[in-house]
């Protein structure tokens, strides 16, 4: 399966996951974050940052551009809160990495670090409780679907969305017992 195949098959799955998520009542923090599609400015970003730092990932490009971004943040009034993080799937859109690479706040170019495109908040930070550094992939990266850095997973970006989908979209909730979501009729 082509790169550009697999990333549509998980865009399609998203989109089921979240019809499901809304048909059981589930409450979307940020609805006009839940998969808003690409961003507008996705091309030229990808383009600033290979241009300034290193290609861009085939593999975030491609889901920059075809997919978008996606926040799974939210809740349920009926499921019980899990006493472990659920770890709900996101992925910043593009602008976000354009403004890091501007603001260069942790001195990447002062003390000649690698470039971060960070692609979601650590597990704990989704919860509200200070946590890790964030999910990122480092650029330039000779891989086509680089690892995901600071997971608790070795993982791609792409594996990660797709056990995020296995998982119902809460991959920090596999194998916690005391939550009482569906995650079975979630799962894609």
């Known amino acids: 399966m082509s790169l550009q195949s697999q990333i549509d098959e998980l865009g399609a799955r998203l989109s089921g996951l979240i019809r499901r998520l809304s048909e059981c009542g589930y409450v979307f923090d940020r609805p006009e974050?839940?998969?808003p599609g690409?961003?507008?400015r996705a091309a030229?970003?990808?383009d600033r940052i290979s241009r300034e730092v290193g290609p861009v990932p085939e593999a975030l490009a491609l889901f920059w551009?075809?997919?978008g971004s996606v926040d799974l943040s939210g809740s349920h009034p009926d499921w019980k809160e899990p006493a472990q993080c659920p770890d709900q799937l996101i992925v910043f859109p593009a602008s976000l990495a354009l403004y890091h690479l501007e603001d260069d706040e942790g001195g990447r170019l002062e003390y000649d670090l690698p470039f971060q495109i960070v692609v979601a908040p650590d597990e704990l930070h989704k919860a509200n409780t200070s946590g890790g550094p964030p999910y990122s992939v480092s650029?330039?990266?000779a891989a086509m679907d680089p690892p995901l850095n600071n997971s608790s997973e070795a993982e791609t970006f792409l594996e990660h969305i797709d056990r995020a989908l296995r998982c119902g979209g809460f991959p920090g909730l596999a194998g916690c017992k005391d939550h009482g979501w569906p995650l079975d009729s979630?799962?894609?």
């Open 139 to 141: 650029v330039p990266s």
């Open 38 to 40: 690409p961003d507008p």
């Open 33 to 35: 974050a839940v998969l």
């Open 44 to 46: 030229e970003v990808i």
């Open 65 to 67: 551009l075809r997919v």
């Open 186 to 188: 979630l799962k894609c």
